[in-house]
C-alpha cells in the first residue's frame, strides 16, 4: 500500500516497539518493595495506570510540567488508594521509578524481527514524546538503538506530538518529505492525528484494544507492518 511511495519509517518508542507497562510494572514491584511500600502491586496497577495516561495527557498538551507530571501521578494515586505517603518518599519513587525504568527490556512481539525486515528497505526514525535522558537507555539496553538513524524526542523539539512542529522537525532532520514518510504509533491522537495533520502517512498499532476507524490502516501485531511496507 505504502511501499512505493514511503523512504522513511517514523516510530514512537513506548507502548508501539517497547512495552511500556511491562517495564514500568516491574519497575514498581522492585521500588515499592525496596521503599517498604505495603501495597499489592494489581492494586497500585489499576488506579496507577489510568492516572498515568490522564497526567500524561496534561503534559502533552502543555498544562503540566516534567516535575509536576511525575510528581503528581504518584500523589493522585496514593491519595485515591488511602495510603499515607509524605513528599519526600514521593519524590524518591519519581526518582527511583526513572533510575530503574529503562534496566528493563521487554519489547513487543515481532519488534526485532519487523525492524530486520525495514531496516534494508528503508531509513528508520522514532519519534518520542518520552524524556531525553531515559529514551536512549530504553533503546540501548534493548538492542534496537542501532535500527535507527535519528531519534527525535520532545524535549529536542520543545513540544510534544502531536504539535506539528516535532514532525517537522523530525522531518527536516531526516531531510524527507512528509509525503515519502509514514508514522507507526500507539496514540490516535499524538501519533495518527498528528502526523497525519503533518502530512505523513500513518499506521495505527493498536496496542490499547480501541474501537476499528478509517482515519489509516490498524494493526494488532507488528508484523501486520510487511502488509502495507
Request: overall charge negative; charged content about 25%.
Amino acid at each position: 500500500m505504502f511501499k512505493e511511495l514511503v523512504t522513511d519509517v517514523f516510530f514512537d518508542l513506548d507502548h508501539t516497539l517497547w512495552d511500556f507497562e511491562k517495564n514500568s510494572a516491574l519497575t514498581f514491584e522492585k521500588i515499592l518493595v525496596k521503599n517498604q511500600i505495603d501495597i499489592p502491586l494489581n492494586e497500585f496497577l489499576e488506579v496507577y495506570i489510568p492516572a498515568n495516561f490522564q497526567f500524561w495527557k496534561l503534559y502533552r498538551e502543555e498544562k503540566i510540567t516534567k516535575e509536576e507530571l511525575r510528581y503528581q501521578r504518584l500523589r493522585s494515586v496514593f491519595d485515591q488508594l488511602g495510603l499515607v505517603v509524605s513528599d519526600n518518599m514521593i519524590d524518591r519513587l519519581a526518582e527511583e521509578y526513572i533510575l530503574y525504568l529503562s534496566s528493563y527490556n521487554h519489547l513487543f512481539q515481532g519488534t526485532v524481527e519487523i525492524l530486520q525486515y525495514l531496516k534494508p528497505k528503508y531509513k528508520l526514525h522514532i519519534i518520542t514524546n518520552g524524556f531525553q535522558e531515559i529514551q536512549d537507555k530504553k533503546m540501548r539496553n534493548a538492542g534496537i538503538y542501532n535500527y535507527f538513524e535519528h531519534i527525535i524526542n520532545s524535549e529536542m523539539a520543545g513540544v510534544k506530538k502531536p504539535n506539528p512542529i516535532i514532525f517537522k522537525l523530525a522531518l527536516d532532520t531526516a531531510s524527507v518529505s512528509p509525503e515519502k514518510s509514514i508514522m507507526i504509533g500507539d496514540s490516535l491522537e499524538a501519533d495518527i492525528h498528528g502526523a497525519q495533520r503533518s502530512g505523513l502517512h500513518a499506521i495505527h498499532f493498536n496496542t490499547h484494544n480501541e474501537k476499528p476507524h478509517n482515519f489509516c490502516p490498524m494493526i494488532q501485531h507488528l508484523g501486520e507492518i510487511k502488509t502495507y511496507l
